[in-house]
């Protein structure tokens, strides 16, 4: 029953912003720890935010700053707005949640900073 869905996605300029949303149903999002994860072509899966139930945000290195983990509770929705984007930001990004054993994954959107 638990479902995650992407969007926000697509294609930006170096120095743009974007802003990804997370659409949670099945489940009360603002219970969870959710995440940000994202694959670079070629490369490994990588944690770039969470933020928790009680609302305390963690980001990787290569993001802080510039990315922001929010959520809307009336809407059930984890954002992740994204700034001053590079090249290296070029991937696609998923949300992830755990509940118990089990992990949910939504399906992906791709964020592409290009020129």
């Known amino acids: 029953q638990v479902q995650l869905v992407e969007s926000g996605g697509g294609l930006v300029q170096p120095g743009g912003s974007l802003r990804l949303s997370c659409a949670a149903s099945?489940?009360?999002?603002?219970?969870?720890?959710v995440d940000w994860y994202r694959r670079a072509p070629g490369k490994q899966r990588d944690l770039v935010a969470n933020?928790?139930?009680?609302?305390?945000?963690n980001y990787a290195d290569s993001v802080k700053g510039r990315f922001t983990i929010a959520r809307d509770n009336a809407k059930n929705t984890v954002y992740l707005q994204m700034s001053t984007l590079k090249p290296e930001d070029t991937a696609v990004y998923y949300c992830?949640?755990?509940?118990?054993?089990?992990?949910?994954w939504g399906q992906g959107t791709q964020v592409t900073v290009s020129s």
């Open positions: 992830n949640t755990k509940i118990g054993v089990a992990q949910y």
């Open positions: 099945g489940i009360s999002i603002n219970k969870y720890v």
């Open positions: 933020i928790s139930r009680g609302g305390i945000t």
